[in-house]
């Protein structure tokens, strides 16, 4: 009877462990299966809202409107099931409503368009590729918060943390004269986004907004840390945002954002075992 107890130990053991490993290989399967077409990008309607003041790129005429066209095809065939845009989430019902004048070939109708909604880059291409693949609508996840960069740059200042100034004001200024040397130069819109999605991009906004803002100011002077904080707390909540709408089913979705947004949700995403990123110049290319 003993012996027999020890064989129906053995053989629970066994089958426990077989489950487990059965488990723990569909995890496994389910591991990095989703992608994210990630793309950051610069606001095609220059608000000049940014700490970055640069030039504006005509995104009207007929060589971007053709890259525009070229870029959608692109993604269109990588067939994204939904698709993420950098507008107010508490406005999905007004994105909805300019969306369904898009697919109803009415949007452009109305003359009086101001620049944000006739150039801005939802209207212009994420609007496009969510008609061509015959998407029912496009989800907002943009969440304001706080971003007290004026402060900062007080707190500084008063105290006399002059090479602190001086790596922010020059790490401004270079982007600032790189990004309009490639719209005067005549760079592709293509060119441009490839530019602003570079690890090299991404790495020099997250340390600015991560690793400078949290050495400004004396000990007691936390306006660095509370902007640092405020905008990975913008960014979490967008990125919460898109995986509260993501379902099995969706094994490709595309996310376009200002550049610096996609820099942060690279760092999201490279923590999260269940996603990748696909960038767009694979998708350009493929």
């Known amino acids: 009877m003993k012996y027999f107890s020890i064989i129906a130990l053995a053989f629970l053991i066994i089958c426990c462990g077989n489950r487990q490993e059965e488990s723990e290989t569909k995890f496994n399967e389910n591991t990095n299966t989703k992608e994210v077409l990630l793309i950051g990008t610069f606001h095609y ?4 809202a940014d700490v970055a003041k640069t030039k504006s790129f005509d995104i009207l005429n007929n060589d971007s409107q ?5 870029i959608s095809t692109k993604i269109t065939a990588y067939n994204p099931t939904k698709i993420f845009v950098e507008w107010p989430h508490e ?7 300019l969306y369904k004048l898009y697919r109803n070939g009415t949007y452009f109708d109305n003359d009086s368009l101001s620049d944000f909604y006739l150039k801005n880059e939802i209207f212009q291409l994420a609007f496009r590729v969510a008609k061509e693949n015959d998407l029912e609508k496009l989800y907002a996840i943009d969440y304001s918060t706080s971003f007290p960069f004026e402060d900062v740059m007080k707190e500084i200042e008063e105290n006399n943390q002059t090479e602190l100034k001086r790596q922010i004001e020059e790490g401004i ?3 600032t004269v790189d990004f309009d040397q490639k719209i005067e130069s005549g760079t592709s819109l293509t060119e441009l986004t490839y530019f602003l999605n570079s690890q090299e991009m991404r790495k020099m906004s997250n340390n600015f907004h991560i690793n ?36 099995e089913s969706d094994q490709r979705i595309m ?26 110049k694979q998708v350009m290319e493929k």
């Open 45 to 48: 309607n220059n608000p000049g």
């Open 66 to 70: 053709l890259e525009l066209k070229e």
């Open 91 to 97: 406005e999905q019902k007004e994105l909805d409503s």
């Open 173 to 175: 200024s270079k982007f």
């Open 212 to 247: 400078l803002m949290l050495l400004a100011g004396g000990i007691q002077d936390f306006s660095g840390p509370l902007l640092a904080s405020e905008w990975y707390k913008r960014n979490l909540y967008m990125w919460s945002l898109i995986q509260k709408n993501v379902t």
């Open 255 to 280: 996310v376009l954002v200002g550049s610096s947004h996609a820099a942060m949700f690279e760092l999201f995403i490279k923590e999260n075992d269940h996603w990748n990123v696909k960038e767009l």
